[in-house]
């Protein structure tokens, strides 16, 4: 009878986590473990612990759990994810594997090991396991992530192949599509990266990462005017991108659009006082317009911040200032 108690607690605990009520679910946890305490009671509180961020405590818990059953791969893998969030990753790595040993085709283990893999730049045994998580659940998530390992050991020739066995997935995801197009980038297929990537964008309109990859396509092209436009649509989604903003006033600069350029770097030194890129393009600005104690005040910022890009080209503009 306690334990048929025990088992509707358990359940509404679980029903109170999952709908954020935390207290709620830690008062009806602590009911149970006055009579019903087990590996199963001590890991679902532990893992609530976690979530409330209380590692010290989740970590008692999972422990706990695991005197009563060291194989109990649940907790092994909650310990991991402890080790994680304490940026111990050797740790977690460890603990992962133990789980894994006991619950082989458990997918979410399986998934956080090869996420955990992936971050370390541990690509091969990542490429192993996101395989494998492919084959527990095939899902275009999986997909992505198994593609992006193979993109970040630069073994592009194979997530091509990947990807094209797997088109059905590609033509429906803006993710799949931009990796498509990044490496047709790499193969220098200008016209087939600027093609993937706006097949993506039909996707998602407003992902701003896959329209500065564009972008980016069309300015090796030379296609300057189809590029600010990329630049625009980016700024009007995200005005606060220093980078992109930046990228844009020196194509207006290139198309004699002085005043535009000037405003837009004045915009990026209101967001950062210290972007070098804006300081010295508009120190050269106000040095052609004979500004010149308003251009050395931009170009000796840029000098005064260490690890600045353009210092030297600041030198030498400052050199012709002092002639």
């Known amino acids: 009878m306690e334990k048929a108690i025990a088992t509707q607690q358990l359940v509404h605990a679980l029903e109170l986590h999952s709908q954020g009520k935390f207290q709620d679910a830690v008062d009806v946890y602590l009911q149970i473990l006055e009579t019903n305490d087990d590996e199963v009671v001590r890991n679902n509180y532990g893992f609530l612990l976690l979530q409330r961020s209380e590692l010290q405590k989740a970590m008692e818990q999972f422990d706990r759990a695991l005197a009563f059953n060291a194989r109990y791969a649940p907790a092994l893998c909650n310990r ?48 192993d396991l996101w395989q494998k998580v492919l084959s527990l659940e095939p899902d275009s998530r999986h997909l992505s992530a198994y593609v992006e390992v193979l993109l970040a050991g630069k073994r592009f020739a194979e997530a091509e192949q990947v990807l094209q066995l797997n088109n059905s997935w590609v033509e429906q995801n803006a993710k799949l599509l931009s990796f498509r197009g990044l490496i047709s980038f790499m193969q220098y297929n200008y016209g087939e990266a600027i093609s993937f990537f706006r097949k993506a964008l039909g996707i998602e309109p407003e992902n701003c990462d896959i329209r500065g990859q564009l972008a980016n396509v069309l300015l090796k092209c030379d296609e300057k005017a189809a590029a600010c436009l990329e630049f625009k649509r980016i700024l009007m989604l995200e005005p606060e991108q220093n980078n992109i903003r930046n990228n844009l006033a020196v194509l207006e ?27 010295y393009y508009k120190g050269i600005l106000l040095l052609q317009q004979g500004n010149k104690d308003e251009a050395r005040t931009c170009l000796l910022t840029v000098l005064e911040n260490e690890n600045a890009d353009y210092k030297k080209e600041s030198e030498q503009a400052l050199a012709s200032i002092s002639e």
């Open 80 to 127: 991991g994810l402890v080790f994680w969030t304490e940026n111990r990753p050797d740790d977690a790595i460890g603990s992962f594997m133990k789980a894994l040993e006991i619950e082989p085709d458990d997918l979410q283990i399986n998934i956080n090991l090869a996420q955990l893999f992936t971050v370390t730049g541990r690509y091969a045994e990542a490429e």
């Open 253 to 279: 600069l290139s198309d004699g659009e002085v005043d535009q350029a000037l405003v837009n770097f004045n915009i990026v030194l209101q967001n950062d006082p210290n972007d070098s890129k804006a300081l």
